[in-house]
């Protein structure tokens, strides 16, 4: 299956058709509809692109729910990482299908399509699944569909998009959400590969698509109306989710988050890996992008700091085709609670102490190998970033070729922790807004002049 290569950090590629906003959906947020009148019973076509959080796929996350007065439904999900179609008439499943492939990458976009065509006549292509473009073979569970099946895929009744009723949510983000009813396409009318690296799956302009009856296409652009259809149909109803949960964070311009895989050894992650939740000490978490040249700078908003909580970076570093990441080497942080700076566990400085609510600015210049912070927008220790003015050095032991993450940590003490980061895309209300000097992200205080947001258009660029 090719991988989307420019979605990932490094990329170089810049797709020519944009993605401007996605959904971010966390906890029990979703969308529902009832359509006026019945769509087609056997042929469509559902396509989504999706980051989601595979760390709390575990009971599964529904991705289209629709149900009929007779307990008739069709069902979309993850569950414990692989992808599951399900028709349940009542009594009993019509059909069962689900991958033998897992989605594990909580970091990256991926585009998804089912094709729907129970009138064909090779079993296997009633209903086909497309992953970046490519067709995927269901897995063992494969449960045959009866040629002509009469399913409730578009039906006037609820319908569900990021939940089942009653059911686990979906949590992660979703982009491009494009319903078709009575005509099956195949994913090449929602993605194509691009030409000069064939290997590169990107989205294509849907709006001249026959959409049908009860089809939709949601994209996410109106934060005031995150459920509209901008095909022009019935708009989604939304529930608990606000105007902070649309995102600039899409298939074309991947934002960095906390990463979902690297195993926490206390709390957890939320809120499409931004929102980070401790217990109590020796936590810590990284952003899913690393960096190795540039400068970069993110903002993270303590909501509960408990006893010990330190913001900065730490070193990856590859030895041949391993990657393998250092915790206790290799890493600088300001600890607000005290005003401390450590670097590589050691006491190096003192800075002011912050308090509950208070924003920290982080800014990494690799090109002169310092690091900066600031607190509410007033940069410490008298700094000034642009200038390459009193930044605190970055540990120089490094082994092999080194990568840095934006990081936060908790090492010490019993108390909770509620830190939220923004890496241009809040979960938290902005009261100003400033983006970086590209024009990407969205943050509380200024960005300095020559610091970007942490994305794969400002990697591009400038990521080295």
């Given at each position: 299956?090719?991988?989307?290569?420019?979605?990932?950090?490094?990329?170089?590629?810049?797709?020519?058709?944009?993605?401007?906003?996605?959904?971010?959906?966390?906890?029990?947020?979703?969308?529902?509809?009832?359509?006026g009148?019945?769509?087609?019973?056997?042929?469509?076509?559902?396509?989504w692109?999706?980051?989601?959080?595979v760390?709390?796929?575990?009971?599964?996350?529904?991705?289209?729910?629709?149900?009929?007065?007779?307990?008739?439904?069709?069902?979309?999900?993850?569950?414990?990482?692989?992808?599951?179609f399900?028709?349940?008439?009542?009594?009993?499943?019509?059909?069962?299908?689900?991958?033998?492939?897992?989605?594990?990458?909580?970091?990256?976009?991926?585009h998804?399509?089912?094709?729907?065509?129970?009138?064909?006549?090779?079993a296997?292509?009633?209903?086909?699944?497309?992953?970046?473009?490519?067709?995927?073979?269901?897995?063992?569970?494969?449960?045959?569909?009866?040629?002509?099946?009469?399913?409730?895929?578009?039906?006037?009744?609820?319908?569900?998009?990021?939940?089942?009723?009653g059911?686990?949510?979906?949590?992660?983000?979703?982009?491009?959400?494009?319903?078709?009813?009575?005509?099956?396409?195949?994913?090449?009318?929602?993605?194509?590969?691009?030409?000069?690296?064939?290997?590169?799956?990107?989205?294509?302009?849907?709006?001249?698509?026959?959409?049908g009856?009860?089809?939709?296409?949601?994209d996410?652009?109106?934060?005031?109306?995150?459920?509209?259809?901008?095909?022009?149909?019935?708009?989604?109803?939304?529930?608990?989710?606000?105007?902070?949960?649309?995102?600039?964070?899409?298939?074309t311009?991947n934002?960095?988050?906390?990463?979902?895989?690297?195993?926490?050894?206390?709390?957890?992650?939320?809120?499409?890996?931004?929102?980070?939740?401790?217990?109590s000490?020796?936590?810590?978490t990284?952003?899913?992008?690393?960096?190795?040249a540039?400068?970069?700078?993110?903002?993270?908003?303590?909501?509960?700091?408990?006893?010990?909580?330190?913001?900065g970076?730490?070193?990856?570093?590859?030895?041949?085709?391993?990657?393998?990441?250092?915790?206790?080497?290799?890493?600088?942080?300001?600890?607000?609670?005290?005003?401390?700076?450590?670097?590589?566990?050691?006491?190096?400085?003192?800075y002011?102490?912050?308090?509950?609510?208070?924003?920290?600015?982080?800014?990494?210049?690799?090109?002169?190998?310092?690091?900066?912070?600031?607190?509410?927008?007033t940069?410490q220790n008298?700094?000034?970033?642009?200038?390459?003015?009193?930044?605190?050095?970055?540990?120089?032991?490094?082994?092999?070729?080194?990568?840095?993450?934006?990081?936060?940590?908790?090492t010490?003490?019993?108390?909770?922790?509620?830190?939220?980061?923004?890496?241009?895309?809040?979960?938290?209300?902005?009261?100003?807004?400033?983006?970086?000097?590209?024009?990407?992200?969205?943050?509380?205080?200024?960005?300095?002049?020559?610091?970007?947001?942490?994305?794969?258009?400002?990697?591009?660029?400038?990521?080295?």
């Amino acid at each position: 299956m090719p991988i989307n290569s420019f979605l990932y950090p490094g990329a170089k590629f810049l797709p020519a058709y944009e993605v401007a906003n996605s959904c971010r959906f966390s906890g029990d947020a979703y969308l529902t509809k009832t359509p006026g009148s019945a769509g087609s019973t056997t042929t469509g076509t559902l396509s989504w692109w999706m980051k989601y959080d595979v760390a709390t796929d575990s009971g599964g996350q529904y991705i289209y729910f629709t149900k009929d007065g007779s307990n008739n439904q069709c069902i979309i999900r993850f569950h414990n990482k692989a992808l599951k179609f399900d028709h349940w008439n009542g009594s009993g499943y019509d059909f069962q299908k689900a991958t033998s492939m897992l989605f594990r990458d909580p970091s990256a976009w991926m585009h998804v399509c089912i094709k729907i065509d129970t009138t064909n006549a090779t079993a296997s292509n009633r209903i086909k699944l497309f992953v970046n473009g490519t067709n995927v073979t269901w897995g063992a569970t494969d449960g045959t569909v009866a040629e002509d099946f009469a399913g409730k895929f578009f039906v006037d009744a609820a319908s569900n998009i990021a939940s089942a009723e009653g059911g686990a949510v979906y949590k992660g983000y979703l982009a491009e959400f494009v319903g078709i009813d009575g005509t099956a396409y195949d994913a090449d009318s929602f993605g194509e590969f691009d030409s000069d690296s064939p290997t590169i799956w990107k989205p294509k302009d849907v709006s001249g698509l026959t959409f049908g009856t009860n089809g939709f296409y949601l994209d996410f652009e109106d934060s005031s109306n995150l459920g509209n259809d901008a095909n022009g149909g019935t708009d989604w109803s939304e529930t608990n989710l606000a105007a902070t949960d649309s995102s600039t964070d899409s298939p074309t311009n991947n934002f960095a988050t906390w990463n979902g895989v690297k195993p926490l050894t206390r709390g957890a992650l939320s809120e499409g890996n931004l929102l980070f939740t401790g217990v109590s000490g020796n936590e810590a978490t990284y952003s899913s992008i690393g960096v190795s040249a540039g400068k970069w700078y993110f903002e993270v908003k303590g909501t509960t700091n408990g006893d010990r909580m330190s913001v900065g970076v730490a070193q990856k570093f590859i030895q041949g085709d391993q990657h393998q990441q250092t915790t206790t080497t290799n890493g600088v942080g300001y600890d607000g609670v005290t005003g401390s700076v450590y670097v590589n566990n050691s006491d190096d400085a003192t800075y002011s102490t912050t308090s509950n609510d208070d924003i920290i600015g982080c800014a990494l210049d690799l090109t002169n190998r310092k690091i900066y912070w600031s607190v509410n927008g007033t940069w410490q220790n008298s700094a000034d970033p642009a200038a390459n003015s009193n930044g605190h050095a970055l540990p120089t032991n490094l082994t092999g070729e080194d990568f840095w993450f934006f990081a936060i940590s908790d090492t010490y003490g019993s108390g909770a922790v509620v830190w939220s980061a923004n890496f241009g895309n809040p979960t938290f209300s902005i009261s100003s807004g400033n983006a970086d000097g590209n024009g990407y992200g969205n943050f509380e205080y200024s960005v300095p002049s020559g610091y970007y947001a942490l994305c794969t258009k400002n990697l591009a660029e400038f990521g080295g």
